[in-house]
């Protein structure tokens, strides 16, 4: 997964490596989920700014893998 800018206090990019869709979770630092959807692009956007500062593990299941990587919102 590649995230940018990183950390960030808006939208963020994101882009799969080895997947074209699938469904992506966030969870904050406590391992509450806040956020879910299913994508359908290898390429797509998230919105921060909703959120509270912090820390933010970033999980795309794209069926046979899945892929996790941290966020940090500013």
């Known amino acids: 997964i590649k995230i940018y800018p990183n950390p960030s206090s808006g939208i963020v990019n994101v ?40 820390l933010y593990v970033l999980v795309v299941n794209s069926g046979n893998e899945v892929m996790k990587e941290m966020i940090v919102k500013y």
Not at 29 to 44: A, C, I, Y
């Open 15 to 54: 882009t799969l490596k080895y997947a074209a869709s699938g469904v992506v979770k966030m969870f904050n630092q406590t391992g509450q989920l806040v956020l879910e959807k299913t994508v359908s692009s290898d390429n797509f956007q998230i919105d921060l700014s909703p959120f509270k500062n912090g």
